[in-house]
């Protein structure tokens, strides 16, 4: 069935460093893909998303594209902060899941100053 | 708006007591409606989804139960709480193929 697997955490930079998280999924058909942010006690907040083969989402310093050749949706981000510390979980959904979501088991990041 | 309300933010249950928590969602009328468990360090688990008031739909077999009594409210039981109920509840909507969360419920089961 369709899935989502992303790199395993927990994940710290330095303030300023490049952020790679990497997200490969398995989907028949053409699903939409997502990155969402969950910051410490809250709920989740959609970041970026992308429904079709090689769009780009970017949404506040972070992009993704999505690869239908390598099936990756990885995220990324020239300089992090610390107020970029949270949980990010990728998720794709469309018509073969029944627009239902699949995420991804998240992945922890730590930015120190 | 999409707002989404979960009652109570924070809970501390003990062990065999009932729950009841409770989501309501503003906006668009007759939402698809889900519950999420997140366990400590782990991801997402889907429980519930409703796409109407009293349809039910659930992904995985356990203590806990859902109804929709009204088009916009969401309701997730336990008659019985166990520990490993404990963890962090999150009600969403989907508006066309995005989904929209609450700010979450905090259980504790002792």
């Known amino acids: 069935g369709d899935s989502v697997t992303q790199m395993e955490g927990p994940v710290t930079l330095s303030e300023e460093a490049f952020l790679t998280i990497n997200c490969t999924y398995t989907?028949?058909?053409?699903?939409?893909l997502f990155w969402y942010v969950q910051y410490p006690g809250e709920g989740l907040q959609l970041l970026l998303k992308?429904?079709?083969?090689?769009d780009k989402g970017s949404n506040k310093g972070f992009e993704a594209t999505y690869r239908k050749e390598t099936t990756s949706f990885h995220l990324e981000k020239g300089s992090v902060q610390v107020s970029d510390s949270a949980v990010y979980f990728c998720?794709?959904?469309?018509?073969?899941?029944?627009?239902?979501?699949?995420f991804g088991t998240g992945t922890s990041l730590t930015v120190i100053p | 708006s999409q707002t989404i309300h979960q009652w109570p933010a924070t809970l501390v249950q003990p062990v065999g007591s009932p729950l009841s928590l409770e989501c309501t969602v503003e906006?668009?009328?007759?939402?698809?409606l889900y519950w999420y468990r997140q366990a400590a360090g782990r991801g997402l688990q889907l429980l519930f989804y409703?796409?109407?008031?009293?349809?039910i739909s659930s992904e995985v077999p356990q203590n806990l139960s859902a109804s929709r009594p009204q088009d916009r409210q969401f309701i997730l039981s336990s008659k019985k709480l166990l520990l490993s109920d404990s963890g962090f509840y999150l009600c969403?909507?989907?508006?066309?193929?995005?989904?929209?969360f609450g700010p979450g419920t905090r259980l504790t089961v002792l």
């Open positions: 998720a794709l959904s469309g018509p073969n899941t029944g627009n239902q979501f699949y």
């Open positions: 989907a028949t058909g053409y699903p939409s």
């Open positions: 992308a429904t079709k083969a090689d």
């Open positions: 906006g668009t009328s007759n939402p698809n």
């Open positions: 409703s796409v109407g008031i009293g349809q």
């Open positions: 969403a909507r989907q508006v066309y193929n995005e989904q929209f």
